[in-house]
């Protein structure tokens, strides 16, 4: 929106590709490479020349990848500002963290398509191509919006909402003490602002550290592969890793504890967790191996329920299909090169389905697309970091609104100019409505007039 | 219709608040002026409380001074009572407030405009606009003459199809004891406005000779009082206090008992009442825990029994109020001079005009204060100097004067009033302001006297006055950050004493101000030079050096905002023909056609998407 800000993005499709780029737009785009990046000449980069060096974190000095470097000065770029590309090893996380490194030493994330409309805006694509732009924004505007439904209903803007309800409150009661002085309202207990005003900031902590060293990024995400035995889970497994690691055979239970392994599915690390086959077992070694996968069953973030389609739907599948009752799972229905025989209840396609076959390798791609895009939604859509890239955008939402509530910590409470410590408050609000809709004076004033008894 | 000779550039219908600074500006700027009112007794009439300022509402009149209105100059001539409000708070919410006598700011205010050159005033009621091609051309009035002018400004305050309510008796009226204003309404609907009904309230007013005073708690103003000009030197006029009542639980019985009777309860009333204004009743029932309501007996005039009871608003019948205010300790055997009553009136939702205040609908019609939906003396007083001061440049062929979010509160009013419209009375608050640390009270001058002397409002001596004081802060603050501590050994005592003994040679004087534990005063025992100093100057360069962390911040926010404010949208701009808006935004930006980006980007549900895809529009010279 603000062409001043330098603006952030990945711009290669997010996957395993050789190379990922990071390309930064903007008056600070330089400034923030001679920041992170090793290989400039000590005068600084020339426009329009690749360098070789690596991606450091300035403040860690961590080394974060090798990467080539190009700055193309203004006016000779795409949008006519300064351009800076960053071109690292591709992977998702690598990139994503190469862009964070970025964004962390200000830039901002780019809105979709905001690189074409600055482009567009600076006088740099002529006005045969406008439509096109709107074309693009809109089409971009069209997935976000989806992107946008799914978050409102999703977790995290609940979480977010939530925060924000909390910190309105404290504003309300600050700005009713600062507006309506002659109405004897009296500014509440400071222990009890401050108090609400840690909680929300402990959330919001809570929060970033589900971004940043929560489960998907530190180790990945884990898949908990499950069946009745002789389903072919291990040969799924196996047919994932492309190498055979699990012992295959065709006498049911072979498979009698968990066997993990870490397979890189389009640079997303996904640890596979092979299962003893449920059952209704007697044999006690293959009870034990069954009771650790339904322990398990909770503590995966998705579950593989594999079922041969080449047998009847039977009351095996269904004790399996009880005990994933409530948990994320896909049906994946293996040997699907033999005639299929399953009937497969109603109520289990809703989950997500796909058709395999382990031995063939057919469906495998598909399988690996569902398994990705149901971690980065979207990413598989137009093959563009849609996610990612929110997910980014979100965290920086939330990493300024907690930088807002520390610094309110800071002074509060204090003894003469509460109203410049309120703007932390209502910047802290700003920042989260960004990934939840703002907040307007109105909505202040509707919580003042209900609470405090207003009118002299 | 007889038309009357001679033709005016800028005809205000209406003398209150706001039509009283519309015809000042209009008449200094030098245009001929004619300001038509019902009843020329009654200009610039406080028809509710005789108070001026409080929280922002003080802020807006320090802006109309500073802009060269005339309010300010009129309570410093006529308060009986000045307070600085939020005194323990910070700079940015301490607000000006006073009693007024309001016999004599009525007086005094007729006196101005008699005195005023270039300025006709008449007493007439307005009928009906008179409109060609889409272009006002003059206004009739009900005695069948046709006075024509270049532009007009409609400031009708509660008088459009007025209807008072005491109990569940109601009769027409613009404010008790005024004929309503029947005709025009009717005309603005013709003309394709949207018209909607409001309502407010006023206390009784009562009998001082009948109140016990010995039994309340009295309420003085400041000592010494401060005025609200930037011209005024001195208050000289004796000050008054006001006493503070409470309601009590048999007050709070009597209203209970009597809601049925009440207008507002029995569904009589249809216009929409301020939250924050409620009467007494709306208290009693939406807070029923509280156990008591505070009241402020405000005197209405140095020679006057009659005293306000603020915040005692009601609508119930006239035996009702009796008891009610009967009920209150000192008020035992109070008598009422005046009912309390509401008052429901026309108001055209402000979407329809632009921020230079001129209708969408009628060019060179202008509309300001309550006919805009807003309520408060001060409010509307801002929008009549204002749409006074654009009348005259539409006249002299130049552009409006637009005060920006960031400029002003006289900018955030009119911009509310356009992209949110006004379904409530809309009054100003500081929490309105996204850029409330930069507009105190304390700098609207360095905000606005060179705007209000360009165009021509501001006197030549009060504008040299401002340039001096302008350059001695400018000065001092460089004075301060260039001069370094070099303390004597008396200096090091005190130093120590203050908790600054880590404190060497070398630190600015500006460091040092920036501690939030030390003052100018501190300052002085170190640095006698600053006491030269006039108390303004000190103010503004202390305040601007503690608080510059956050007023950088804020300047930053509007730097950001600055590129949407200044993309202006074509007025003929055809949204049926943009591509990619969902059917809910265009039918947003089609009722209100905002003038800006900006505009466009605060309308209630127009997307961030929504203004990228304008904004490429507008570039590429699309929709048009």
Redesign the interface.
């Known amino acids: 929106m603000y062409l001043k800000d330098t603006i952030a993005a990945i711009s290669t499709p997010i996957g395993e590709g050789g190379i990922g780029i990071v390309r930064i737009s903007g008056g600070a785009a330089e400034e923030i490479a001679g920041n992170i990046f090793s290989g400039k000449q000590s005068g600084g980069m020339q426009s329009h020349r690749f360098y070789y060096g690596e991606i450091i974190d300035p403040e860690s000095g961590d080394v974060l990848d090798e990467a080539m470097v190009v700055l193309m000065r203004s006016p000779r770029s795409y949008t006519r500002e300064d351009v800076v590309e960053i071109q690292c090893h591709g992977g998702y996380l690598l990139v994503r963290k190469v862009l964070e490194l970025v964004i962390r030493c200000g830039a901002r994330c780019a809105e979709p398509g905001e690189f074409t409309r600055r482009a567009f805006l600076n006088g740099r694509i002529d006005l045969l191509q406008a439509e096109a732009v709107i074309e693009v924004i809109r089409g971009k505007t069209e997935a976000a919006l989806a992107l946008a439904q799914h978050q409102r209903e999703g977790h995290l803007s609940k979480r977010i909402s939530r925060i924000k309800e909390g910190l309105l409150t404290s504003l309300a009661f600050i700005e009713a003490y600062l507006d309506f002085p002659e109405d004897d309202i009296e500014l509440p207990d400071c222990r009890q602002i401050e108090t609400s005003i840690r909680e929300s900031l402990a959330r919001i902590e809570e929060l970033l550290d589900g971004f940043s060293e929560g489960k998907v990024l530190r180790e990945g995400v884990s898949v908990l592969i499950a069946g009745k035995p002789n389903v072919g889970k291990s040969s799924l497994l196996n047919t994932l890793l492309r190498e055979k690691r699990a012992i295959v055979t065709s006498v049911p239970g072979t498979t009698r504890d968990i066997i993990e392994e870490v397979v890189n599915i389009k640079g997303l690390p996904v640890k596979l967790l092979d299962t003893a086959g449920i059952r209704d077992s007697e044999d006690e070694i293959e009870m034990e191996g069954m009771r650790l996968t339904l322990e398990k069953i909770p503590l995966a973030d998705l579950i593989l329920f594999v079922v041969d389609a080449s047998r009847p739907f039977d009351y095996e599948d269904i004790l399996i299909k009880e005990a994933l009752c409530g948990h994320p799972f896909l049906l994946v229905l293996n040997k699907s090169d033999l005639p299929v025989e399953a009937v497969v209840p109603d109520d289990l396609g809703s989950a997500g389905t796909i058709s395999i076959s382990a031995r063939s390798g057919e469906g495998i791609e598909r399988l690996r697309d569902s398994i990705f895009s149901l971690f980065i939604r979207n990413g598989a859509r137009d093959g563009r970091d849609f996610t990612a890239l929110s997910q980014v955008r979100h965290r920086d939402a939330l990493e300024r609104a907690r930088r807002h509530l520390e610094s309110f910590l800071q002074s509060f409470p204090a003894e003469t100019a509460i109203e410049f410590v309120a703007l932390d408050l209502r910047d802290a609000l700003h920042a989260l409505g960004e990934v939840t809709g703002e907040t307007t004076p109105d909505d202040i004033l509707d919580q003042i007039f209900s609470r405090f008894c207003i009118g002299k | 219709m007889v038309v009357y000779e001679k033709q005016y550039d800028i005809i205000v219908v209406g003398a209150g608040h706001a039509g009283c600074e519309a015809a000042l500006a209009g008449a200094r700027m030098g245009r001929s002026t004619l300001l038509l009112s019902i009843n020329l007794d009654a200009v610039a009439l406080m028809s509710c409380n005789p108070s001026i300022g ?3 509402k003080g802020h807006l009149v320090r802006e109309i001074d500073a802009l060269g209105g005339e309010m300010g100059k009129m309570i410093d001539a006529t308060g009986i009572q000045f307070r600085t ?2 005194t ?6 301490r ?1 000006s407030r006073a009693q007024a006598d309001k016999q004599l700011y009525r007086a005094r205010m007729k006196r101005v405009l008699e005195n005023q050159e270039n300025l006709s005033l008449k007493q007439g009621e307005v009928t009906a606009l008179c409109v060609v091609e889409g272009e006002v051309r003059g206004v009739d009035t009900r005695v069948g003459v046709r006075f024509l002018g270049k532009t007009v400004i409609l400031t009708t305050g509660t008088f459009l199809r007025g209807l008072i309510h005491v109990g569940l008796t109601r009769y027409a009226g613009g404010r008790a004891g005024d004929l309503p204003a029947e005709g025009l309404s009717d005309s603005l609907r013709d003309l394709g406005f949207e018209v909607g009904r409001l309502k407010t309230g006023t206390p009784a007013r009562l009998d001082g000779r009948t109140i016990d005073f010995s039994r309340l708690e009295a309420q003085y103003g400041d000592d010494p009082p401060i005025p609200f000009s930037f011209s005024t030197l001195k208050i000289e006029r004796p000050q008054l206090p006001c006493h503070i009542v409470y309601t009590n639980e048999r007050t709070h019985e009597i209203i209970r008992a009597n809601l049925d009777r009440s207008p507002l309860y029995g569904g009589v009333i249809e216009g929409v009442g301020p ?4 009467s007494i009743e709306d ?1 009693v029932v ?2 029923p825990e ?1 156990e008591r ?4 007996l405000e005197p209405e005039g140095a020679d006057t029994i009659e005293i306000y009871p ?2 005692l608003s009601t609508s119930l019948p006239i035996d009702v109020q009796f008891a009610l205010y009967r009920s209150i300790e000192g008020l035992e055997s109070v008598e009422i001079m005046r009912p309390a009553y509401a008052i429901e009136y026309d108001y055209v939702d402000p979407i329809q005009i632009h921020s230079s205040l001129e209708t969408k609908p009628v060019r060179n019609l202008y509309h300001a204060g309550q006919i805009n939906g807003t309520s408060g003396y001060e409010e509307a007083a801002a929008q009549g100097l204002m749409a006074g001061i654009n009348t005259a440049l539409r006249v002299q062929g130049k552009e409006p004067l637009v005060l920006g979010r960031g400029e002003a509160y006289i900018g955030v009013l009119i911009d509310d009033l356009v992209t ?1 419209g006004a379904r409530e009375p809309y009054r100003m ?4 302001a ?1 850029y ?2 930069l507009l105190r009270e304390d700098n609207a001058d360095l905000r606005l006297r060179e705007k209000g002397h360009a165009v021509g409002l501001v006197r030549e001596d009060e504008y040299e006055g401002f340039l001096e004081k302008r350059a001695l802060i400018v000065a001092e603050l460089e004075r301060l950050r260039s001069e370094r501590l070099a303390p004597s050994e008396s200096d090091r005592v005190f130093l120590e004493e203050h908790g600054l003994a880590d404190l060497r040679n070398a630190v600015s004087f500006e460091h040092l101000l920036r501690r939030p534990d030390f003052s100018y005063r501190d300052l002085e025992k170190l640095d006698s030079r600053c006491l030269s100093l006039p108390e303004t100057v000190r103010e503004q360069v202390e305040i601007q050096i ?2 510059q962390g ?1 007023i950088d ?2 300047l930053q926010q509007i ?3 600055s ?2 404010e200044s993309c202006r949208i074509p007025e003929s701009f055809d949204y049926s023909a943009l ?2 808006l969902t059917a809910e935004v265009r039918e947003k930006l089609m009722r209100f056609r905002p003038d800006t980006l900006g505009q466009a980007s605060r309308i ?1 549900g127009v997307t ?2 929504a ?3 304008l ?3 507008i ?4 929709g048009k």
């Open positions: 409080g929280l922002a409000l939020n323990r708070k910070g700079p940015a919410v607000a939250r924050y204004c409620p208290k939406r807070f509280k309501h505070q009241s402020f603020s915040g949110l608050f500081t929490s309105r996204e409330r640390l503690k608080y956050y911040r804020q730097e950001r905002s590129k949407l591509q990619g209630q961030p998407a203004i990228s895809i904004s490429v529009a570039k590429a010279g699309r």
